[in-house]
């Protein structure tokens, strides 16, 4: 698989990069499912991976360390993304989530990701949310300390929008090379809010979620996906590729890096090898406007 830098100032990172949103804790809890799927990606020369800090995200660093310790895999070869900045509560009044992106709760949890992750440094870090009551300064401070200690590499976001992405990169000194965001061919708010022209104007690439739209494009049944996938499927004859390679092919175009979510093989395959072929520009436009 080829590489591609995600900004001018690096990371050089695989052109499909594999997440772990959709595992769930029995999931996690098959740790032969883990190494299985995790050797299969790296066999089609997938280097880079999003460690999802939603359900089950400390067991998922938890067993990833596992495997790096026990030499399955050659951390020297991964780059890993970790996220910080949702934190839950639960009491009287009920449960939820709330976003924290404090010095405190950004140090403890990129030393808490380590300790897990059984490494020296997590390559890059995203912050998941934008936090309404942060002081912007603060945590900008803290992400370069963390950042010349060493413990982190590169600065990332996730559905950050312009101004709160502008916000934080006019207090640091080192980019936000990427902003963490859903995007495929029947989620494209980000191409029309000005999020992916910003990107650009940073010279780094989105990493696109959800790029088959949680499977809508593969198996939905409302009027629009069947019209997408129609269009794709006749698209794909031209390349001799199925749905699933088409539709990321469509985020390749855009210098959008997919983010891998399946837990099948032949899913994951599809999606990785979107990337030995390039759509025209007649055909890249042509999808856009199926579902329009």
């Known amino acids: ?18 997440g772990f949103w959709r595992w769930t804790e029995e999931d996690l809890n098959d740790s032969k499912k883990l190494e299985e799927v995790v050797l299969f990606t790296r066999e089609l020369g997938i280097d880079t991976y999003d460690l999802s800090s939603g359900v ?11 495997l790096i310790e026990s030499g399955v895999i ?13 934190r839950e509560y639960s009491g009287a009044y009920g449960s939820g989530i709330y976003y924290d992106l ?34 912007i300064e603060e945590t900008a401070s803290a992400l370069l300390k963390l950042q010349r200690s060493g413990k982190i590499s590169y600065i990332g976001v996730s ?60 198996l939905g049944e409302d009027a629009q996906a069947v019209k997408l996938r129609l ?16 539709a990321v092919a469509w985020l390749n175009k855009l210098g959008a890096l997919p983010i891998i979510g399946s837990k099948e093989k032949r899913r994951i395959q599809n999606a990785a090898t979107a990337h030995s072929f390039e759509l025209s520009q007649e055909d890249w436009y042509y999808l856009y406007h199926a579902t329009k």
Do not use: C, W
């Not at 050659?74 to 949702?86: A, C, N, R, Y």
């Not at 010095?103 to 309404?132: A, W």
């Open 1 to 18: 698989m080829k590489k591609v830098y995600i900004n001018e100032y690096g990371p050089r990172v695989s052109a499909a990069v594999y």
């Open 56 to 66: 089950g995200g400390n067991e998922l660093e938890h067993q990833f360390g596992k």
């Open 74 to 86: 050659d951390q020297s070869e991964l780059i890993l993304s970790t996220k910080v900045g949702i």
């Open 102 to 135: 404090s010095p405190q709760n950004i140090t403890k949890s990129v030393e808490q990701s380590l300790k897990r992750l059984k490494r020296e440094k997590i390559e890059i870090l995203i912050l998941e949310h934008f936090d309404f009551l942060a002081n």
């Open 159 to 218: 559905n950050f929008n312009v101004f709160q992405q502008r916000l934080l990169s006019a207090t640091l000194s080192q980019p936000i090379i990427t902003n963490h965001l859903e995007l495929n061919l029947l989620q494209t708010e980000a191409l029309h809010d000005g999020r992916l022209d910003f990107i650009r104007e940073q010279h780094s690439r989105a990493l696109a979620f959800s790029p088959l739209a949680d499977g809508r494009i593969l």
């Open 231 to 246: 269009a794709l499927i006749e698209i794909g004859k031209k390349y001799e590729a199925n749905v699933e390679q088409v």
